[in-house]
């Protein structure tokens, strides 16, 4: 079954790119120089970081919908991103390298199914939760941290 996986729309963090540290607090946002790679994941290119590079952690609301399941959590954008990464039928690199959350949401927004996966095999546990009608998306989490990865969708 035919999948895509999405990165973040950049628009919404433009407005943090170059501010000084002072009005990055005030945003309730950090800046950080990637000092090593993995570690630092980019939720709009889809790839870890290199060293050198400068990640904004934000908080960002993952799951907006008015249902329970409304949350928010910690992640890393690269400064300056501007063009979302979205791939088709294959779980980047970024994502494989990690143990996953995997979370089944039907068409109102409410979880259906969800599971734990090393990335390098996400790919057939992917494909299975997209073969339930019932699942609209999916979204994926990193396991380790709780911090929303990716939005997985049929193609």
């Not at 079954?1 to 729309?9: A, I, K, W």
């Not at 000092?35 to 290119?45: A, L």
């Not at 928010?72 to 970024?94: L, N, T, Y």
Request: aromatic share 8%.
């Amino acid at each position: 079954m035919p999948f895509r996986v999405s990165g973040l729309n950049p628009e919404p963090f433009c407005h943090l790119y170059g501010l000084s540290e002072a009005q990055l607090l005030a945003q309730g946002a950090r800046r950080y120089t990637v000092d090593k790679t993995p570690g630092f994941p980019d939720r709009i290119e889809l790839r870890d970081l290199a060293p050198g590079e400068t990640a904004l952690l934000v908080n960002y609301t993952h799951q907006a919908a008015d249902t329970p399941y409304r949350a928010s959590h910690a992640i890393f954008v690269r400064e300056g991103a501007q063009k979302c990464v979205s791939v088709i039928d294959e779980i980047p690199e970024v994502m494989q390298r990690r143990m996953l959350s995997l979370r089944a949401f039907d068409a109102a927004h409410m979880m259906v199914d969800a599971t734990l996966v090393d990335g390098r095999q996400a790919r057939e546990t992917v494909e299975r939760l997209l073969s339930n009608d019932s699942v609209a998306y999916i979204q994926a989490h990193y396991a380790q941290r709780g911090c929303y990865a990716a939005r997985i969708e049929r193609e």
